[in-house]
């Protein structure tokens, strides 16, 4: 069931479809959590890892519904020509979304705990495909529909992309529990992605799809 909900986010053309699709993925994650996890603090991991990631995915309901007020559609191909002040506003509403899922600090506690108290097929599956939701989010919805306010935040972007990277990677060192190691890692690990994709060169777009592929092979074979 996980799979085929991360194929629909994944070729979904559609804003609201995604949403559904990106959001669809909670529930089935919450429930391998808290009955097939390990350890009595799961049942926290698991209430923290839902009510984290949809909460922080409303602002990109609000941002949905606003586009389709604006433009009249949800289809990927009919958004085109927002003003500046609207993707300014579209652009916070998705950013949290992503921001939360990926996870940028200072949205980053609940990865680390869901990994942990999580059993092994759970861990791999977030650490693989999970946390690229994200990463297809910016590069679908921020970079292609709202390139002037992607430009715009771009300094803002860079600066929590390398606070988040120096703070988990500080973090993954002190660990003990390779789960929780791992989890520490791959937040360290999408960073790099989130600079590159916002990095305005084609390098950087490329480097960063080609490091969310490699981290997806390699976080789940160790």
Not at 26 to 47: C, E, K, M, Q, V
Not at 95 to 107: C, E, N, Q, R, S
Request: neutral net charge; hydrophobic residues 55%; charged residues 10%.
């Amino acid at each position: 069931i996980l799979e085929s909900l991360q194929i629909c986010a994944f070729v979904s053309l559609d804003l609201l479809l995604f949403y559904i699709f990106f959001e669809s993925v909670l529930p089935i994650l919450f429930i391998i959590i808290l009955i097939f996890g390990h350890g009595n603090d799961r049942f926290r991991s698991a209430f923290l890892f839902f009510l984290y990631t949809l909460a922080g995915s409303l602002p990109m309901l609000l941002s949905i519904l606003l586009i389709y007020s604006y433009v009249g559609s949800t289809d990927f191909n009919l958004i085109t020509n927002i003003s500046m002040e609207i993707q300014i506003i579209l652009f916070i509403g998705f950013f949290i979304a992503f921001a939360v899922k990926t996870p940028m600090y200072p949205f980053i506690i609940w990865l680390p705990k869901a990994h942990a108290d999580s059993v092994l097929a759970g861990s791999i599956i977030l650490a693989a495909t999970i946390l690229k939701l994200a990463t297809y989010g910016y590069l679908r919805i921020l970079l292609t529909m709202l390139p002037d306010a992607s430009n715009y935040f771009n300094p803002l972007i860079q600066t929590i992309a390398v606070i988040t990277l120096i703070y988990s990677s500080l973090s993954t060192i002190i660990q003990q529990d390779t789960k929780r190691l791992i989890a520490y890692s791959s937040v360290a690990h999408m960073a790099v992605v989130v600079l590159g994709l916002f990095s305005n060169t084609i390098q950087g777009i490329e480097g960063a799809i080609l490091l969310s592929i490699a981290h997806g092979f390699v976080s789940p074979a160790l």
